[in-house]
């Protein structure tokens, strides 16, 4: 192992895992699989794209199926766990995903269920995986009734993290990224959340050294949080900050509207609802000049959507009874240390107001481009 490597333990119910982040690190996946699933064999699931520009020496039969969020089925499950079988592996084996949350989320419900479950290392290779899918331990596929609705807790044998396979990653998925990660500053440090803005340039210019210290900075944010509160009954659900209004976004776009810059504006709106629950004034406006520096330029859809967006977040997974609840982020790094308070109820007329003077903010800061229409 090269000194320059972060590494972060995970503990969960059934005991605990490394994530290992450094630059190159993809170079030792072979001693690393050995080391975390000693004498096992090894099958590699991997997405086209991944597979066409992401590199390791591991030397494994590679499944692999089509890029995007539409290869989370059941279809697909069964098809690797068959095609698992015909290459004639059994209970000792161990599954190496290599790819975006999309692979890890498939490769990880295929490892929980085949042969009644077997280990599977994650190596993630979009920066949202990295951030955020890859600590937790969920898996899962979408359903035509939702998305993630079958799945698992199943927390890998270890992580591997390389930033710098986020070389050939689309701007767009790298800004997905950034923004989870904007999100674990706000929510658990405000010192990340600052060191963030201030290498915004030096990451988007996708600088590995800069990458690594991200990677590394969300990695333990998540790690610490997740495992206070692994199946999600507490603390963990400041990690939804932005995600009540980004989810309604999202299903109102159809999911045109890509997932992080829903939580982007979801986490403006979100914070605008603080100021008008009487938190500081000023946060939402600052998040968005953040967010503006990181490349966000989607702005909220019109105010004649506003009805059919406030009823899109009581359907989110935090509302009890119809209403809408939310993480309010109100000052950077204090949500995670707020005691037993992480949600709170926000009326529907506040959501209402926030909602008309986040969009007029967002078109003060330069926000123009409408999200695609449902
Ligand atoms: N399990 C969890 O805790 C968790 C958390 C967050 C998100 N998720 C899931 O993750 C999924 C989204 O993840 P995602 O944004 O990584 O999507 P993704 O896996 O679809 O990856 C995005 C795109 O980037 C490509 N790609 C990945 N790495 C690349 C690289 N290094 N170079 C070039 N292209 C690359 C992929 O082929 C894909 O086209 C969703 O399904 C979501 O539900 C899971
Ligand atoms: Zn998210």
């Given at each position: 192992?090269?000194?320059?490597?972060?590494?972060?333990?995970?503990?969960?119910?059934?005991?605990?895992?490394?994530?290992?982040?450094?630059?190159?690190?993809?170079?030792?996946?072979?001693?690393?699989?050995?080391?975390?699933?000693?004498?096992?064999?090894?099958?590699?699931?991997?997405?086209?794209?991944?597979?066409?520009?992401?590199?390791?020496?591991?030397?494994?039969?590679?499944?692999?199926?089509?890029?995007?969020e539409?290869?989370?089925?059941?279809?697909?499950?069964?098809?690797?766990?068959?095609?698992?079988?015909?290459?004639?592996?059994?209970?000792?084996?161990?599954?190496?995903?290599?790819?975006?949350?999309?692979?890890?989320?498939?490769?990880?419900?295929?490892?929980?269920?085949?042969?009644?479950?077997?280990?599977?290392?994650?190596?993630?290779?979009?920066?949202?995986?990295?951030?955020?899918?890859?600590?937790?331990?969920?898996?899962?596929?979408n359903?035509r009734h939702g998305k993630?609705?079958?799945?698992?807790?199943?927390?890998?044998?270890?992580?591997?993290?390389?930033?710098?396979?986020?070389?050939?990653?689309?701007?767009?998925?790298?800004?997905g990224?950034?923004i989870?990660?904007?999100?674990?500053?706000?929510?658990?440090?405000?010192?990340?959340?600052?060191?963030?803005?201030?290498?915004?340039?030096?990451?988007?210019?996708?600088?590995?050294?800069?990458?690594?210290?991200?990677?590394?900075?969300?990695?333990?944010?998540?790690?610490?949080?997740?495992?206070?509160?692994?199946?999600?009954?507490?603390?963990?659900?400041?990690?939804n900050?932005g995600h009540t209004v980004g989810h309604a976004l999202e299903r109102w776009s159809r999911f045109r509207l890509p997932h992080g810059d829903a939580v982007g504006l979801g986490l403006i709106v979100e914070?605008m609802v603080?100021?008008?629950?009487?938190?500081?004034?000023?946060?939402?406006?600052?998040?968005?000049?953040?967010?503006?520096?990181?490349?966000l330029r989607a702005t909220l859809p019109g105010p004649e959507y506003d009805e059919a967006l406030l009823d899109g977040m009581r359907h989110d997974k935090k509302a009890?009874?119809g209403?809408i609840?939310m993480?309010?982020?109100?000052?950077?790094?204090?949500?995670?240390?707020?005691?037993?308070?992480?949600?709170?109820?926000a009326?529907r007329?506040?959501v209402r107001?926030a909602l008309g003077?986040a969009r007029?903010?967002l078109?003060?800061?330069?926000f123009?481009t409408l999200p695609p229409a449902a």
């Amino acid at each position: 192992m090269s000194p320059a490597t972060d590494i972060v333990e995970v503990r969960h119910a059934l005991g605990r895992y490394p994530v290992e982040i450094s630059v190159g690190g993809i170079e030792r996946l072979p001693e690393f699989v050995e080391r975390l699933a000693p004498g096992r064999r090894v099958a590699v699931i991997t997405d086209r794209n991944v597979a066409r520009v992401v590199e390791h020496p591991l030397k494994a039969p590679v499944l692999v199926v089509p890029p995007g969020e539409a290869s989370k089925t059941r279809r697909r499950w069964a098809d690797l766990t068959d095609r698992l079988f015909d290459l004639g592996f059994g209970r000792h084996s161990v599954l190496v995903a290599v790819g975006g949350g999309v692979v890890g989320d498939l490769a990880g419900f295929v490892a929980a269920t085949f042969a009644r479950g077997i280990p599977v290392i994650q190596v993630p290779t979009s920066l949202l995986a990295m951030v955020d899918a890859s600590v937790g331990g969920k898996t899962g596929l979408n359903t035509r009734h939702g998305k993630n609705l079958v799945g698992a807790f199943h927390p890998p044998s270890g992580v591997l993290i390389d930033p710098g396979v986020l070389r050939t990653l689309r701007s767009g998925h790298l800004r997905g990224g950034l923004i989870e990660a904007i999100k674990h500053g706000l929510v658990a440090d405000a010192d990340y959340y600052d060191w963030i803005d201030h290498e915004s340039a030096a990451l988007l210019a996708r600088d590995p050294a800069r990458l690594e210290t991200l990677v590394a900075g969300s990695v333990r944010i998540k790690a610490g949080v997740v495992s206070a509160d692994e199946r999600e009954g507490g603390v963990r659900v400041v990690l939804n900050a932005g995600h009540t209004v980004g989810h309604a976004l999202e299903r109102w776009s159809r999911f045109r509207l890509p997932h992080g810059d829903a939580v982007g504006l979801g986490l403006i709106v979100e914070a605008m609802v603080g100021e008008h629950l009487g938190g500081g004034a000023g946060l939402a406006r600052d998040l968005a000049a953040r967010l503006f520096r990181i490349g966000l330029r989607a702005t909220l859809p019109g105010p004649e959507y506003d009805e059919a967006l406030l009823d899109g977040m009581r359907h989110d997974k935090k509302a009890l009874s119809g209403e809408i609840r939310m993480a309010i982020p109100d000052t950077p790094g204090r949500l995670a240390a707020r005691g037993d308070r992480w949600t709170s109820t926000a009326p529907r007329d506040i959501v209402r107001q926030a909602l008309g003077t986040a969009r007029t903010l967002l078109t003060e800061s330069g926000f123009h481009t409408l999200p695609p229409a449902a």
